[in-house]
């Protein structure tokens, strides 16, 4: 299995709402990212969880929350959002090997409007 | 923070080869990548170079780096519609877990 999966695939929220990105993978990766990417925009790394520890925040602000139960699973827990947070959020994993190939595998994304 | 730069747009027959261009920004970096984008979904790696090579070959795929001028290039022959995507370079620095992407460029493939 060399898929990894995010839910939902849309999600449309209010500014008050409460909500929670998921992506799963079943690779036996043990590094898992999470990036923002705006239209005609490169994706832009917002975190990065390596053996489940929180390792890089990109002064995300706190108003979107990482989560890394296990291995297999990372959420993005957003409060109180702003239009333009507006984005496809992409989630990513890799094998975590200092020195070796950094090959990322990505979900398909999160397309998130705030309204 | 510099930008990985990229060239926004590239249109190609179909059977052409396609050149995609890259200057990126960090003298240190370890691995340089493309990946590719379709409409709708996450990024795809097509290949990467480790920094001490200076050509790398994968079926139709060429990847040629000039580490002097910081200069990475995509070369794809005989280019068929199903390559139409958007292309972003990217280089590992600042740790090997962090990845910087290029501005992208997008490829249309003319039939």
């Known amino acids: 299995d060399t898929e990894v999966t995010q839910t939902p695939k849309h999600l449309v929220m209010g500014m008050t709402n409460k909500k929670s990105l998921k992506c799963e993978q079943h690779m036996g990766h043990r590094a898992m990212y999470w990036y923002k990417q705006k239209a005609k925009k490169p994706p832009e790394l917002m975190f990065v969880y390596s053996y489940e520890k929180l390792s890089i925040n990109e002064s995300v602000p706190s108003r979107f929350s990482p989560e890394c139960p296990n291995s297999s699973l990372l959420n993005l827990h957003l409060h109180a959002l702003q239009p333009e947070d507006s984005a496809l959020y992409l989630c990513a994993s890799s094998q975590e090997s200092a020195g070796e190939v950094g090959e990322q595998f990505f979900g398909p994304g999160t397309r998130l409007t705030v309204l | 923070g510099e930008d990985v730069e990229q060239s926004l747009f590239l249109s190609v027959r179909e059977g052409d080869s396609s050149v995609i261009n890259c200057t990126y920004t960090d003298s240190s970096s370890t691995y340089l990548y493309w990946y590719k984008q379709e409409p709708g979904a996450g990024l795809q790696l097509l290949t990467y170079?480790?920094?001490?090579?200076d050509m790398k070959q994968d079926q139709r795929l060429t990847v040629l780096l000039n580490k002097k001028d910081k200069h990475l290039s995509l070369r794809i022959a005989d280019t068929q519609t199903g390559d139409s995507a958007i292309y972003f370079c990217?280089?590992?620095?600042?740790?090997?877990?962090?990845?910087?992407f290029g501005t992208g460029t997008k490829l249309q493939v003319i039939p």
């Open positions: 170079i480790f920094s001490n090579m």
């Open positions: 990217a280089e590992q620095s600042g740790g090997y877990q962090k990845v910087t």
